[in-house]
């Protein structure tokens, strides 16, 4: 078995972080631009926080925007609830999260989303129309809901 050299493997490391960072600023940017104050980025903090380049976990905040009901309700994305070390019951919030200090009314609706080496900045663009559809549908029917309770 071959293995790379340390320098080519370097090469090869720092290419792709950069990307990644690049690809996931992006998508943090967007996400930001797309739901305002709804949005919180969970593990940044002061704005800057040594996290891996290739992934966002994400809070949309709201009443009835459960992480899994979120994913069930978009059509192209592919990701994770909670953070990487959650298992088990995805109806909880993370125990990880809420060991970072995040609400459990915001940990609960975390996304795990993960960049790709492939990943591009179209796929970005997909995902957040997609995610922003997702919400708007939720909304509407949590809306109706409160409405027809009262």
């Given at each position: 078995m071959?293995?790379?050299?340390?320098?080519s493997?370097?090469?090869?490391y720092?290419?792709?972080?950069?990307?990644?960072?690049q690809?996931?600023d992006?998508l943090?940017?967007q996400l930001?631009?797309?739901?305002?104050d709804?949005?919180?980025?969970?593990?940044?903090f002061?704005g800057?926080s040594?996290?891996?380049?290739n992934?966002?976990?994400?809070?949309?905040k709201?009443?009835?925007?459960?992480g899994?009901?979120v994913l069930?309700a978009?059509k192209h994305?592919?990701?994770?609830?909670?953070?990487a070390?959650?298992s088990?019951?995805v109806s909880?919030?993370?125990?990880?999260?809420l060991?970072?200090?995040?609400?459990?009314h915001?940990?609960?609706n975390a996304?795990?989303?993960?960049?790709?080496r492939?990943t591009?900045i179209?796929?970005?663009d997909?995902?957040v129309?997609d995610?922003?559809?997702?919400?708007?549908?939720?909304q509407?029917?949590?809306?109706?809901?409160?409405?027809?309770?009262h």
């Amino acid at each position: 078995m071959l293995f790379p050299s340390s320098a080519s493997y370097n090469f090869y490391y720092s290419h792709n972080t950069k990307a990644h960072f690049q690809v996931r600023d992006y998508l943090e940017t967007q996400l930001k631009e797309n739901f305002g104050d709804q949005v919180h980025f969970n593990g940044k903090f002061c704005g800057k926080s040594e996290r891996i380049p290739n992934t966002c976990n994400v809070s949309i905040k709201g009443k009835g925007l459960e992480g899994r009901r979120v994913l069930a309700a978009t059509k192209h994305l592919n990701a994770s609830v909670g953070a990487a070390c959650h298992s088990g019951n995805v109806s909880c919030a993370s125990p990880i999260l809420l060991a970072i200090g995040i609400p459990h009314h915001i940990a609960i609706n975390a996304l795990r989303l993960s960049i790709g080496r492939e990943t591009t900045i179209n796929d970005v663009d997909v995902v957040v129309r997609d995610l922003k559809q997702a919400i708007d549908l939720l909304q509407h029917e949590n809306g109706e809901l409160e409405y027809n309770l009262h």
